[in-house]
């Protein structure tokens, strides 16, 4: 069965400082790859994901990761986070053709003005 | 507006009963799936559908059922039988296939066992 590890359970940072999450998942074939966000109190969001083509994936809010197939990682980064950023990260794998989505247990990111 | 609509927000449920949570999708989607999110546990798969009057148990079905007579609704039971139900729920939903799409999630469920 497939699994997620995300390393990182709770994040505090300053404002514009650079962020980087690591997720990585257990699945030898093809993924389809998945980064969420929760805000609080809010539901979950897709920041970004990844099918297939370039593994450099750009999402929302200034968000990035790349898919590095050799490492079974899709870690999410972001070059300066804000305040607003504050959150909790959520990483997801699927098997490509199958419907069972895996999160990983979710990163806590607390930034700081 | 396209979504997904879990109902009530909050529930209250005495132990030993059991209770039903709503979730409906207008998205025309075909796989739907419910999952429990618990602190420091992340999302675990409770059951997921991929078409009506199909569904298959994730990861932690044990003590939950659902059914899915209509492509909107995707109605998860928590029964007396689940040992420790209080917990947030969220339904989503999503198109099958190679078409892949992301999962689109609801509000969420708060059940609180009293």
């Known amino acids: 069965a497939q699994s997620v590890s995300q390393h990182n359970h709770h994040v505090i940072l300053s404002e514009a400082a650079s962020l980087e999450l690591g997720c990585n998942y257990s699945y030898g074939g093809t993924v389809n790859l998945f980064w969420y966000v929760q805000y609080p109190g809010q539901h979950l969001q897709l920041l970004l994901k990844y099918f297939s083509g370039d593994p450099l994936v750009k999402g929302i809010k200034g968000f990035e990761s790349e898919f590095i197939k050799s490492k079974f990682s899709f870690n999410l980064r972001k070059p300066s986070v804000q305040w607003s950023d504050t959150a909790e990260y959520f990483c997801?794998?699927?098997?490509?053709?199958?419907?069972?989505?895996?999160f990983g247990i979710g990163t806590k990111l607390q930034v700081i003005p | 507006d396209g979504g997904i609509t879990q109902s009530p927000k909050y529930l209250f449920r005495k132990e030993g009963q059991n209770v039903t949570l709503s979730c409906e999708q207008n998205l025309n989607h075909d796989a739907m799936y419910w999952y429990r999110q618990d602190p420091g546990q992340g999302l675990r798969l409770i059951y997921y559908s991929q078409i009506v009057n199909d569904f298959q148990k994730g990861d932690i079905a044990e003590g939950y059922s659902v059914s899915r007579e209509k492509k909107e609704s995707f109605p998860l039971t928590v029964t007396s039988a689940q040992k420790n139900p209080t917990a947030f729920y969220l339904c989503?939903?999503?198109?099958?296939?190679?078409?892949?799409?992301?999962?689109?999630f609801g509000q969420g469920t708060r059940l609180t066992v009293v």
């Open positions: 997801a794998v699927r098997p490509g053709g199958y419907q069972k989505v895996t």
């Open positions: 989503a939903s999503s198109t099958p296939g190679q078409r892949n799409t992301e999962a689109f």
